[in-house]
């Protein structure tokens, strides 16, 4: 099986107090937001996903995903789990170094711009759909659907926040962010091992999420072929019913 498992971006939520409000997206400029993401792939920028979302856009989604109980307690911004994140470099992953990463689409739904992505390459593809939203004059990314996760980063991460804090005092949700940050930071720097010790670690209400499942993996891609293989096993007897795990 190709690993080409897909990183969601596991990150930590910071509340803007004052916020702007949302514009809307033109046609013309999710056509030259598409032509600039090829472009910026083809000359493999680092931030080419994660330097284009919409931070305050993708924290009111995931806020409307669930009610996050002491979300207040969360005290480190969405910036810094998008920087501990290997989102764009498992993209590049995905393509190796023939792969192509392609527009398939700009199409509007509910009144709002999106764009489909390819990403395929020497280690499988995958379909990103993205939603697009403008703030400050500037078009970006609110949201995204992964057809290899089958969800969208905001359901994703609304999950996850909700098991950190669900029937946790605000000390106790602040390590649950630590701990899962922690991880994320030996997984950057490619000690999966020791990534590996900490992620089993985890409390079982982080780990019983889709988002923890495909970091369990992610890790587990970079170890021997045995511990991949098992956590392989385990995901495709969990999500069987799901369509996108084919894909």
Do not use: W
């Not at 911004?77 to 498992?90: A, C, V, Y």
């Not at 096993?233 to 084919?246: D, N, R, S, T």
């Amino acid at each position: 099986m190709k690993r080409f498992i897909f990183s969601l971006v596991t990150c930590t939520i910071f509340l803007v107090q004052c916020k702007e409000a949302e514009q809307k997206v033109t046609k013309e400029e999710a056509e030259k937001f598409a032509t600039a993401m090829e472009q910026a792939a083809l000359k493999h920028r680092p931030d080419l996903i994660t330097g284009n979302i919409i931070l305050q856009a993708l924290t009111d989604r995931i806020g409307k995903e669930k009610d996050i109980k002491n979300i207040n307690a969360i005290e480190t911004g969405m910036q810094e789990g998008l920087k501990n994140s290997e989102f764009d470099k498992n993209i590049y992953g995905i393509l190796g170094k023939t792969g192509t990463f392609e527009k398939v689409k700009v199409y509007e739904k509910n009144g709002i711009q999106r764009i489909i992505f390819r990403a395929y390459g020497d280690e499988g593809f995958n379909y990103l759909d993205m939603e697009l939203t403008k703030l400050n004059d500037k078009v970006g990314i609110a949201d995204m659907l992964s057809y290899s996760s089958g969800e969208n980063i905001s359901k994703s991460m609304a999950e996850l926040f909700n098991q950190m804090m669900e029937g946790t005092t605000d000390k106790q949700a602040e390590e649950a962010v630590e701990n899962m940050q922690s991880v994320k930071r030996l997984m950057a720097k490619g000690n999966y091992k020791q990534a590996k010790k900490e992620f089993d670690l985890l409390p079982s209400r982080l780990k019983n999420t889709k988002i923890a499942d495909v970091i369990g993996i992610q890790i587990a891609s970079n170890l021997e072929e045995d511990v991949y293989m098992k956590e392989i096993e385990k995901f495709e007897v969990k999500y069987a019913g799901e369509p996108y795990l084919q894909l």
